[in-house]
């Protein structure tokens, strides 16, 4: 180009003003005199179209179907039976569930252990209550007292007794119910917190041991910490399959919400009326905890994402924005890049 110039004397003509003006026209459009088509999604209003109709369908059923028994639900739904078999649920779920989990996290921590004694009694355990049916593990822990009449202590490998008491005593309709729940959430809950455990970048143990921090320091402000983030949602998860899983106990006679409405139904025949205020209830269960779960989710998710995901009512509001910003047909004009104000500079010099 400076060749050019040289024998020249000038640069290469350049076109007009009015050439200028094309190349910024170009560069910057006038937006607002576009109009803006949509994409149609026939498919997607097709088939939304068929579940809602499904929908409809299914809600019209429940408001005109008299087998339902609505008013038969409605006076039940708060008896006072069916609110101490809540209380009992909730009690079992809370209870199961905070020794299920402190005893999986003592078993997870256990299978890492370099000790083999450790993890092979910690595999062992795991192996066997995953390996035996729930209910049949509540039987066997409310017959207990049929093949130990008696615990206590004494010398080892004797029936001298310093001190005991009966078996049945001890173990009852309760206390079986919270043994068989804890130990098998405790043999599923291991192996969570084991994988979200092993989910930590290495490279975190191996700073944190450089540091000089003791063991119990790592495992309890760099591991655990970290960890949470992939163990929530399947501790969730199983918390919801517990408070579920709690109905089970109604074979050993423990009052519970489902055994409470099986003894109501026994005795009226409402069966539908009365299976449907269990099934509202462990909805209403199942709703709180999976709210809870999405906001300690986002919680633990602020460590790890630039931007957590929006709340319910955030995701409402832009979608409410962005429905209301379609209504008008002219795009706004974005901001001019960088480059189109460069290329409109380079030709006006």
Known sequence: MTDIVQEYGSAAPTEDSSATSQVVNRDSPDFAAFTVVHTRHYVRWIFGALVLFVVLQFLWSLATNDKYGWPVFATYFFAPAILKGIQLTLGLTVVAGTIGFLLGTLLALARLSKSPILNSVSWSFIWFFRSVPLLVQLLVWYNLGYLYPRLGLGVPFTDNYFWSFDTVTLVSQFAAAVLGLSLNQAAYSAEIIRGGILSVDQGQLEAAAALGLPRHVRVLRIILPQAARAILPNAFNEIIGLIKGTSIVSVIALGELFYV?????????????????????????????????????????????????????????????????????????????????????????
């Open 261 to 349: 409405t099986q003894v109501i139904y026994n005795r009226n025949q409402q069966v539908i009326p009365l299976l449907l205020v269990s099934v509202v209830w462990y909805i209403i269960f199942t709703t709180v905890l999976s709210i809870a779960q999405f906001y300690v989710e986002r919680h633990f998710a602020r460590g790890a994402l630039r931007v957590v995901p929006p709340t319910p009512i955030q995701a409402a509001r832009a979608w409410v924005k962005t429905q209301w910003a379609r209504l008008d047909e002219k795009p706004a004009a974005p901001e001019p890049s960088e480059a189109a104000t460069t290329r409109i500079g380079g030709n006006g010099s």
